[in-house]
């Protein structure tokens, strides 16, 4: 339901984070009117993409109170989606000139971060932004309004930081966008507490040297996981790859390489320094290198219970994005994963936008809560772990274009989902090489006229 453009209303709207979901969020909010600031506790835009070399003093990052590493890049990450699918749909990632940019179509994670910079700077985002603002507690008063409390370290005389600043602000909306890729998920591995090798998570994984002539364990089958597994291997000695995703007996050299095997999972860690697979094959290894993903994690929002998570389920969420109580005064950008990131961002945000002006109507709070459950009963009823509620791989086209039929805009165009099939095609067919050789040019070729149509 669409209201009429002379009553809609504007909000003054808090922001928490300035990466791709907070700087899209920040746009589109601003766009339709609302009084936007953003709160980022770094001080340049970018998030995730600003590639930091340090490593946190816990390799697995169970401690809490451990100074926490934002991005979890490592320095040769290139993208593993060419950037004509990966940019928003109303600012396209084509080619700069200019010092410092990278042309290639999967470019490496600096000219990401440079694009996102662009996109700042073109719809002055930036001047919304407050940075080195690190959000601390965020709940709701009497008022019905949000009460933001953050802190900035203070700056004396010489530029050094000083002790922290307290701050508050009353908002009549939140939008969390604080990413979800900085708090390592870690494999349950029965013995693990005897076995005296060094483990690391793939959030502290930078460069292969460390791991020169070692044993290496690596655990996992995402994006992450192939590319530093031939990394690694250059250097290392050999690298075992556990996947669960297979079959029990596998045991197999990894095509093309001559130090890589692939298994079925570790069936458990001995004292010895061994690691048994299902496969039965036993290895005697100096490391094992989680790449199993990360955690959800919003310590600053306390809603009385309302929004929880529950081994990696943020809910209730109604289309992963408001939870039906506190809708629309609180919303969260890029919970959902397996998808296209960025445009999936950029239509939640017009989504957001266009419910918080009145512009766009949400069903009643049991209807969406209905909805929910009915979600949570199909995953459940495929077998789907709960763990995976935000994986929307299956559906992700269908669900961003539910959110676009909802903003009236377009979405996931023909060229960006026939692009990413022969991607996938590419990437199965050629591992290696599919970031450097391809055959879809004439898809490349739709991306741009699109492109133009939009731009001109
Ligand atoms: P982030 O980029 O993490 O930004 C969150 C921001 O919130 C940060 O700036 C942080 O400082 C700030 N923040 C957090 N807490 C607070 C607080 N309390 N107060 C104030 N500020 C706060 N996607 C692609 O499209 N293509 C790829 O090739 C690709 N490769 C990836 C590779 C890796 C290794 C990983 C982990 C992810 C990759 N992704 C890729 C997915 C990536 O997560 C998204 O592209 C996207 O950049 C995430 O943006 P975000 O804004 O949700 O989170």
């Given at each position: 339901?669409?209201?009429?453009?002379?009553?809609?209303?504007?909000?003054?709207?808090?922001?928490?984070g300035?990466?791709a979901a907070?700087?899209?969020?920040?746009?589109?909010?601003?766009?339709?009117?609302?009084?936007?600031?953003?709160?980022e506790?770094?001080?340049?835009?970018?998030?995730?993409?600003?590639?930091?070399?340090?490593?946190?003093?816990?390799?697995?990052?169970?401690?809490?109170?451990?100074?926490?590493?934002?991005?979890?890049?490592?320095?040769s990450?290139?993208?593993?989606?060419?950037?004509?699918?990966?940019?928003?749909?109303?600012?396209?990632?084509?080619?700069?000139?200019?010092?410092g940019?990278?042309?290639?179509?999967?470019?490496?994670?600096?000219?990401?971060?440079?694009?996102?910079?662009?996109?700042?700077?073109?719809?002055?985002?930036?001047?919304?932004?407050?940075?080195?603002?690190?959000v601390?507690?965020?709940?709701?008063?009497?008022?019905?309004?949000?009460?933001?409390?953050?802190?900035?370290?203070?700056?004396?005389?010489n530029?050094?930081?000083?002790?922290?600043?307290?701050?508050?602000?009353?908002?009549?909306?939140?939008?969390?966008?604080?990413?979800?890729?900085?708090q390592?998920?870690?494999?349950?591995?029965?013995?693990?507490?005897?076995?005296?090798?060094?483990?690391?998570?793939?959030?502290?994984?930078?460069?292969?040297?460390?791991?020169?002539?070692?044993?290496?364990?690596?655990?996992?089958?995402s994006?992450?996981?192939?590319?530093?597994?031939?990394?690694?291997?250059?250097?290392?000695?050999?690298?075992?790859?556990?996947?669960?995703?297979?079959?029990?007996?596998?045991?197999?050299?990894?095509?093309?390489?001559?130090?890589?095997?692939?298994?079925?999972?570790?069936?458990?860690?001995?004292?010895?320094?061994t690691?048994?697979?299902?496969?039965?094959?036993?290895?005697?290894?100096?490391?094992?290198?989680h790449?199993?993903?990360?955690?959800?994690?919003?310590?600053?929002?306390?809603?009385?219970?309302?929004?929880?998570?529950?081994?990696?389920?943020?809910?209730p969420l109604y289309?992963?994005?408001?939870?039906?109580?506190?809708?629309?005064?609180?919303?969260?950008?890029?919970?959902?994963?397996?998808?296209?990131p960025?445009?999936?961002?950029?239509?939640?945000?017009?989504?957001?936008?266009?419910?918080?002006?009145?512009?766009?109507?949400l069903?009643?709070?049991?209807?969406?809560m209905?909805?929910?459950?009915?979600?949570?009963s199909?995953?459940?009823?495929?077998?789907v772990?709960?763990?995976?509620?935000?994986?929307?791989?299956?559906?992700?086209?269908?669900?961003?274009?539910?959110?676009?039929s909802?903003?009236?805009c377009?979405?996931?165009?023909?060229?960006?989902?026939?692009?990413?099939?022969?991607?996938?095609?590419?990437?199965?067919?050629?591992p290696?090489?599919?970031r450097?050789?391809?055959d879809?040019?004439?898809?490349?070729?739709?991306?741009?006229?699109d492109?133009?149509?939009?731009?001109?």
């Amino acid at each position: 339901m669409q209201a009429s453009p002379n009553s809609l209303s504007s909000h003054h709207v808090a922001v928490i984070g300035a990466g791709a979901a907070g700087l899209v969020a920040a746009r589109e909010l601003h766009r339709e009117g609302h009084k936007v600031v953003v709160f980022e506790k770094d001080d340049q835009v970018g998030g995730l993409w600003m590639y930091d070399p340090r490593v946190e003093p816990d390799p697995l990052g169970l401690d809490l109170t451990r100074p926490v590493v934002h991005s979890s890049l490592y320095k040769s990450l290139r993208t593993n989606l060419p950037r004509e699918t990966m940019g928003f749909m109303d600012y396209p990632f084509v080619t700069r000139e200019g010092e410092g940019r990278d042309p290639r179509r999967f470019p490496g994670h600096r000219e990401v971060l440079m694009y996102l910079q662009d996109y700042a700077r073109e719809f002055g985002i930036e001047e919304m932004v407050r940075f080195g603002c690190e959000v601390v507690n965020v709940e709701m008063i009497d008022s019905g309004k949000w009460k933001v409390k953050s802190k900035r370290k203070r700056l004396d005389d010489n530029n050094d930081r000083g002790d922290d600043f307290a701050d508050h602000e009353d908002f009549d909306a939140v939008v969390v966008c604080v990413g979800h890729h900085t708090q390592p998920r870690i494999a349950e591995i029965p013995g693990i507490n005897l076995w005296p090798g060094k483990q690391i998570h793939s959030h502290n994984y930078r460069i292969p040297e460390p791991f020169r002539d070692q044993i290496i364990i690596l655990i996992g089958a995402s994006a992450s996981a192939a590319d530093i597994s031939v990394e690694i291997a250059e250097l290392a000695k050999e690298v075992h790859i556990a996947r669960r995703s297979a079959v029990d007996d596998t045991c197999e050299k990894k095509p093309g390489y001559d130090n890589i095997w692939l298994h079925s999972m570790i069936e458990r860690a001995c004292e010895d320094g061994t690691v048994i697979f299902r496969d039965g094959s036993v290895i005697l290894a100096d490391v094992i290198l989680h790449c199993t993903g990360y955690k959800y994690g919003f310590p600053f929002l306390k809603t009385d219970g309302i929004v929880t998570v529950d081994d990696n389920r943020v809910g209730p969420l109604y289309k992963h994005v408001f939870p039906p109580i506190l809708a629309p005064w609180l919303s969260f950008v890029g919970i959902p994963y397996w998808t296209f990131p960025f445009p999936t961002f950029e239509v939640q945000s017009k989504w957001i936008a266009g419910v918080l002006s009145g512009r766009i109507a949400l069903p009643s709070q049991e209807d969406m809560m209905e909805d929910v459950k009915i979600y949570y009963s199909e995953l459940e009823a495929s077998g789907v772990p709960k763990h995976h509620t935000h994986n929307i791989a299956d559906s992700a086209i269908d669900h961003n274009r539910w959110l676009a039929s909802q903003c009236q805009c377009s979405c996931f165009e023909e060229w960006r989902i026939e692009l990413f099939r022969e991607i996938i095609k590419n990437w199965r067919a050629q591992p290696k090489m599919y970031r450097d050789e391809w055959d879809d040019d004439h898809l490349i070729l739709q991306a741009h006229e699109d492109f133009n149509r939009r731009i001109s």
